[in-house]
């Protein structure tokens, strides 16, 4: 297995001469870190004021450091992270989306050119192992016309806790019975099969090396290793592949919580891809520093403005405007 190590990524950002100098230490999620590094880039060339350094180790490990106040704020792509590690100190932080993407199958059998279609039933057979040929009569079935090889599964999921997994794992717990009985939707699954790769650039890399192979892992991240992704079938019986219109399509049906959590999976629109999700970072309610207070809030600012025209371009959605709006209010209970 090809073993991806993420290095500390170096963000500058101007403010006004009267804010001291400040770092400020982030980790959590790989789900997001394209789209956080082209933030962090446009910044370097910049007279810094604040420098933020984001660790892309995985939700569960970042939210962990967070906990443990090795980090100053983490990133994650389940809102339910807190609730899963410390549902004691959930009330101590606050949830700030960034920006919305998707979870998409990839796959890589050679020789086939066709795009692969996916139920919900299948794709929970096979990451419970009972689907272990691509030739199997529920995949012929979901796609006609497609000459599926005789060829052996092999499915790859991460190694480490992840909010990618949890987007995945409740996609198949809202739809597959079996799934949730056995699985549920958790950001550590335990994976009844399967190989490990560490972050959606492992999971990526490793599916890129063996043929007959299956993951999941952030849309950009299939689109800048050329992977083949499969369509899925949507709550609407459609099968749908992941893009920006169809991601988009997902958020329209949002409905976010007082505490600015939401999940769009499985979304009842008819176009919708239905493995969308929001990525948050996860910001302490209160800092005892007032000027990284001050930097964490302003940061947080030029996410939701300049940050947001960036998102596109690296096979992100940009939030609803109403989610924006409400997310700038949350930025004046940060104390």
Not at 205 to 223: P, T
Not at 273 to 287: D, E, K, N, Q, R
Request: net charge negative; proline share 6%.
């Amino acid at each position: 297995m090809t073993h991806i190590r993420y290095g500390w990524i170096l963000l500058c950002i101007a403010f006004p001469a009267t804010l001291q100098a400040q770092d400020l230490k982030a980790a959590g999620a790989t789900f997001p870190y394209p789209i956080y590094a082209k933030w962090f880039a446009n910044f370097t060339s910049r007279n810094p004021d604040v420098r933020i350094r984001y660790d892309a180790i995985g939700s569960e490990a970042g939210i962990r450091k967070l906990l443990a106040h090795e980090v100053d704020f983490g990133a994650s792509d389940s809102p339910q992270i807190l609730h899963e590690l410390a549902p004691d100190k959930e009330s101590q932080y606050l949830l700030f989306p960034s920006v919305v993407g998707a979870a998409v199958p990839i796959v890589n059998l050679p020789g086939l050119s066709a795009d692969v279609s996916f139920t919900p039933e299948i794709l929970g057979g096979i990451y419970l192992g009972k689907i272990t040929k691509w030739n199997d009569p529920l995949l012929r079935q979901a796609n006609r016309g497609v000459d599926l090889p005789a060829m052996d599964i092999v499915v790859v999921h991460r190694a480490d806790g992840s909010g990618t997994s949890y987007t995945w794992t409740d996609f198949l717990s809202k739809t597959d019975p079996e799934w949730k009985d056995q699985v549920g939707s958790t950001v550590a699954p335990k994976w009844p099969t399967g190989r490990a790769a560490t972050g959606n650039e492992g999971v990526a890399q490793l599916v890129k090396e063996l043929g007959g192979s299956i993951g999941y892992v952030e849309f950009i991240y299939a689109l800048q290793n050329h992977l083949s992704m499969g369509k899925v079938r949507n709550q609407k019986g459609q099968f749908v592949a992941a893009d920006l219109e169809s991601i988009e399509a997902a958020a329209s049906s949002v409905a976010m919580t007082a505490d600015m959590k939401a999940s769009i999976v499985n979304s009842p629109q008819s176009n919708a891809y239905p493995i969308s999700s929001f990525t948050w970072l996860v910001v302490p309610a209160h800092f005892e520093d007032a000027a990284k207070r001050q930097a964490m809030q302003n940061f947080l600012q030029w996410m939701l403005s300049q940050g947001q025209r960036q998102a596109a371009s690296l096979g992100y959605l940009a939030l609803p405007t109403e989610v924006a709006i409400r997310e700038e209010a949350e930025i004046s209970r940060i104390n």
